[in-house]
C-alpha cells in the first residue's frame, strides 16, 4: 500500500457523524450481547404504518422498478405542494419542489446550489451534527455561531463577513427542542435580506410542535424569496430508513438544483416515492398520535430528569429530545452512562461547544425502554 495515492483533503478532515457513531456502537455492542437503551440517535420508534408499506409494494408490483423524474413523481410533488400550503402558507409551483433521498440530502443539495469555494455559512449552535460537514463538502467554510441560551439574531449578526453566503437554521432545534418565534423569524429574515443571505430552512420536527403554530421565514414575501426549505418524512412519519425528504425553493433555483440530483443519485426510486404519497394522504391521521404520543413521553422524561442531583431538565417546545444542563463532565458523563447503566446518550458537545454542559437524550425507545433507563439514571446520578 506504500505508493497508494492520497485520499482528498475534504474526506480526509471530514469529521464522522456523532449521531451515527454512536449508533453503530451501539450496534456492536449488541452483537457483542450487551442490552443497551439507546436514547442516541434520532430515529423514532415508530413502525411505518402499514397502508405506507402496501403502497410501496402495489408500486413495486406494478413495475415502478426503473428510473423516474429527477425532480420527483408529480403525485408526490403536487401532496408536498398542499402539504406546504397547508403549513407555511406558501403555494410553491410544483417545478420548485425536488424530492430527495431525505432531509440531509436535501442540506447537501441546497448547500451545492449556493455555497462558492471560500464561502461563509452561519450555523446557530448547539445544532445538528451534519450541517458543518455538508458546508465543507461544498468547499464552503462552516461558521459556528454559539447561541448557549436560545436563538440570537444578534451574534448572527456580529458573525457576518463579506464573504457570508448563507445561513442554516433549524426550528424546532435538534438538539435543544426550542421553536423560533415569530419576531425571531422576521428578524431572521431582515437580517438575511440586509446582507443578501440564502437561509437555509430546516423544518424535518414542524410536525412535532406542542406548543401551537411553527413560524416559517418563507411565509414572509421577503423569505419566500431567498429561503431553500428543507424537509422529510423521516421524524414524522416513522420513515427514516426509507430515504424520503424534500426540497420547496423559490422559482429559478429547482432547475439548477435538479442537475446535482440528475448527475449523482439521478432520483428518488418510485416505489418510494409512492410510499410518501400515501404517507402524505395519512397526515391528517398519523401525525395527532405521534406527537401526543412523543409529547407524553418528553413531559415525563424531563420531569424525572429534573428530580436528578445535578440534572437540570426543562420541557422542549417540540421534538423527541431532552437537552438537560449537566453538573460535570457531559462527555465523562456519557461515556459512564454507557458503560455502566447500558444507556447511549450524547454529550452536548457534539452539537458544537455552545452544548457543553449538556447531554441530549433521544427519547425514540420504547415508553418501557424509557422508564428503565430513566430509573437507571436517578438511581446513578451524575456523579462518579
Ligand atoms: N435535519 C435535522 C435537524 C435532523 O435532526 C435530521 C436527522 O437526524 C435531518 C435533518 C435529516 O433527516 P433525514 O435525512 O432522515 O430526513
Not at 458546508?135 to 441560551?149: T, Y
Not at 456580529?158 to 453566503?165: D, H, I, K, N, Y
Not at 423569505?223 to 414524522?236: C, N
Not at 409512492?274 to 398519523?286: F, P, Q, R
Request: glycine share 10%.
Amino acid at each position: 500500500m506504500r505508493h497508494q495515492p492520497a485520499l482528498a483533503q475534504r474526506f480526509r478532515t471530514l469529521k464522522p457523524s456523532a449521531t451515527v457513531e454512536m449508533s453503530e456502537r451501539v450496534r456492536e455492542a449488541r452483537a457483542g450481547g450487551r442490552q443497551i437503551i439507546a436514547l442516541s440517535s434520532g430515529d423514532p420508534n415508530v413502525p411505518t404504518d402499514p397502508r405506507i408499506i402496501d403502497a410501496a409494494e402495489r408500486a413495486l408490483r406494478g413495475g415502478a422498478t426503473h428510473y423516474t423524474s429527477s425532480s420527483g413523481e408529480p403525485a408526490l410533488r403536487f401532496a408536498i405542494q398542499q402539504r406546504e400550503l397547508e403549513r407555511s402558507g406558501v403555494h410553491y409551483a410544483s417545478d420548485d419542489i425536488i424530492v430527495t433521498p431525505g432531509g440531509k440530502f436535501a442540506v447537501l443539495s441546497a448547500l451545492m446550489g449556493v455555497v462558492e469555494p471560500g464561502d461563509e455559512v452561519l450555523i446557530p449552535q448547539p445544532g445538528w451534527v451534519s450541517y458543518g460537514p455538508c458546508i465543507r463538502l461544498c468547499g464552503g467554510v462552516a461558521v459556528p455561531v454559539e447561541m448557549p441560551s436560545g436563538f440570537n439574531i444578534e451574534a448572527l449578526r456580529a458573525a457576518l463577513t463579506p464573504a457570508t453566503r448563507a445561513v442554516i437554521v433549524n426550528s424546532p432545534v435538534n438538539p435543544t427542542g426550542e421553536v423560533l418565534t415569530e419576531e425571531e423569524i422576521s428578524g431572521l429574515v431582515a437580517l438575511a435580506t440586509e446582507s443578501n443571505l440564502w437561509i437555509i430552512f430546516d423544518q424535518v420536527y414542524a410536525d412535532m410542535s406542542y406548543t401551537g403554530p411553527i413560524c416559517f421565514p418563507q411565509s414572509l414575501a421577503a423569505g419566500f424569496e431567498r429561503t431553500l426549505v428543507v424537509d422529510s418524512l423521516s421524524k414524522s412519519f416513522g420513515m427514516t430508513g426509507w430515504r424520503l425528504g424534500y426540497l420547496a425553493m423559490p422559482p429559478g433555483v429547482a432547475s439548477f438544483v435538479v442537475k446535482f440530483i440528475q448527475h449523482s443519485i439521478y432520483c428518488v426510486p418510485a416505489f418510494i416515492q409512492a410510499a410518501g404519497v400515501a404517507a402524505l394522504a395519512l397526515a391528517d391521521e398519523l401525525l395527532p398520535v405521534y406527537r401526543s404520543m412523543f409529547h407524553a413521553r418528553v413531559l415525563r422524561g424531563a420531569e424525572a430528569l429534573q428530580s436528578v442531583e445535578g440534572l437540570s431538565c426543562t420541557v422542549p417546545s417540540a421534538g423527541f429530545f431532552l437537552f438537560p444542563q449537566v453538573e460535570g463532565d457531559e462527555v465523562e458523563i456519557s461515556r459512564r452512562w454507557l458503560d455502566e447503566l447500558n444507556i447511549a446518550v450524547l454529550p452536548g458537545t457534539a452539537f458544537g461547544a455552545a452544548g457543553a454542559g449538556h447531554i441530549r437524550l433521544s427519547l425514540s425507545c420504547t415508553d418501557e425502554e424509557l422508564d428503565i433507563a430513566l430509573d437507571r439514571i436517578a438511581g446513578a446520578g451524575v456523579y462518579s
